[in-house]
């Protein structure tokens, strides 16, 4: 990430391509969620910081690895991501990326503090997002975090509508998609918050 700042151009993310990634993805579902236009999908999002920034991206949700495909994008990013169960199912690893299995606040909780930014994707019921939020207010972080599915449901709207530090909603370039049936506000929502203010800039 620069020095000074990171300016997210909402254009230029609309036009990131991600299909090169495609073969590396086995179900059919996740490729096209892969591909989808940014504000439907957040994976565009999700490469276009990647390759903005610089050091080390912590994802804590890595589910099957799609998210942690477009965090790679940039391959002198180094992209460590944590799961409680391993479900990842891409074909490959890409060499820039580290897997870890277990509770990153119980084994290594210092390792987000090296991170320019975190991605943030996990339970989405606001109890272990609000704990990793108040572990790097703690530690006075100075990086970003990317929260998904913002407006999921009461308690992440709660979490989101709390954060007191300079916050951007992003939904109109990241995860805007419908998650299931049921979903309360009919949209996931995406999330960027700067633990320094000023660092970030949005431009169309």
């Not at 230029?12 to 391509?17: F, G, I, L």
């Not at 991206?57 to 944590?82: D, R």
Request: net charge neutral.
């Amino acid at each position: 990430m620069d020095r000074h700042h990171l300016n997210i151009k909402f254009h230029e993310v609309r036009k990131t391509d991600l299909n090169y990634l495609k073969h590396l993805i086995s179900r059919k579902d996740l490729k096209r969620h892969l591909a989808a236009r940014a504000g439907v999908e957040h994976y565009r999002l999700l490469a276009y910081l990647s390759a903005n920034l610089t050091g080390k991206i912590v994802e804590l949700g890595t589910h099957h690895g799609t998210g942690s495909l477009a965090l790679c994008h940039n391959p002198e990013v180094q992209v460590e991501t944590w799961d409680l169960i391993d479900k990842y199912s891409a074909k490959q690893t890409p060499n820039n990326l580290n897997r870890r299995i277990g509770d990153v606040l119980q084994l290594n909780p210092d390792t987000l503090l090296n991170a320019s930014m975190i991605f943030l994707d996990t339970n989405h019921d606001g109890v272990f997002e609000s704990q990793v939020l108040e572990y790097l207010r703690s530690k006075e972080f100075q990086g970003l975090i990317l929260l998904d599915d913002i407006f999921f449901n009461d308690a992440m709207e709660m979490l989101w509508t709390t954060i007191k530090e300079e916050k951007f909603d992003l939904t109109e370039i990241g995860h805007g998609r419908r998650w299931q049936r049921g979903t309360p506000r009919g949209i996931s929502g995406t999330g960027l918050v700067s633990f320094v203010p000023g660092k970030v800039l949005l431009s169309p």
